[in-house]
């Protein structure tokens, strides 16, 4: 399953909202994870079941969609939010597959 | 708290082998399963291996299938990829990522460079 995110570059003012957007070659029901990266560190998991939010993970997070489109919302970013964004889905199980990632930058 | 703390990246040569390491602490090891997934410089994340929590069962990304090995000990909590006939494109952070489908967590991860 290939996985599409756009857009590759957000750029957001803080306080903003972001909309970050997940496209599958095919319907992965809720079978979908986001995980957030800042530089230098491992990958940390932020939403999994397309909306469910991992622990300890703001409310300011969320995440919607199903089948083969799906949203992750940023509500207002704070500082510690700049990061890249990759979806993976786990329908296919395996391989495992990623989006391209998606770089939130400060505009 | 969940620690996963690899070890065993470093510099070698096209061909050569190295063996990672994965040191859990803070779960029960032997009740989980296990991935392997990597990042080469500047790019994404890529699944490369699966182990079940048993280790009876293994999975691998086509293009290291045949020449990387996952195993697991889970008397020493540790969970293991060896890898053989290493190609500058398998330069890369290599991380180890507790859960099954769902990564929860992930170790800091150990660099592997491939390179004459």
């Known amino acids: 399953i290939v996985m599409t995110q756009s857009p590759a570059t957000l750029s957001v003012s803080p306080g903003e909202r972001a909309t970050l957007s997940c496209r599958a070659s095919?319907?992965?029901?809720?079978?979908l994870a986001w995980y957030q990266q800042k530089r230098g560190q491992p990958p940390r998991l932020l939403i999994y079941s397309a909306s469910t939010r991992a622990t300890g993970v703001p409310a300011r997070f969320s995440g919607s969609g199903s089948g083969t489109e799906f949203t992750l919302t940023i509500s207002s970013l704070q500082s510690e939010d700049f990061a890249v964004y990759y979806c993976q889905q786990y329908n296919d199980w395996l391989p495992l597959t990623f989006g391209g990632g998606t770089k939130v930058e400060i505009k | 708290e969940v620690q996963l703390v690899e070890s065993g990246g470093g510099l070698v040569q096209p061909g050569g082998s190295l063996r990672l390491s994965c040191e859990a602490s803070g779960f029960i090891f032997s009740s989980y399963e296990m991935n392997w997934v990597r990042q080469a410089p500047g790019k994404g994340l890529q699944w490369i291996s699966y182990i079940s929590s048993s280790g009876y069962t293994v999975h691998y990304e086509d293009s290291v299938k045949g020449r990387f090995t996952i195993s697991r000990d889970n008397a020493k909590n540790s969970l293991y990829l060896q890898m053989n006939g290493l190609r500058a494109e398998d330069t890369a952070i290599y991380y180890c990522?507790?859960?099954?489908?769902?990564?929860?967590?992930w170790g800091q991860g150990t660099l592997v460079t491939v390179s004459s």
């Open positions: 990522a507790r859960g099954e489908r769902i990564l929860y967590d």
């Open positions: 095919q319907s992965l029901g809720s079978n």
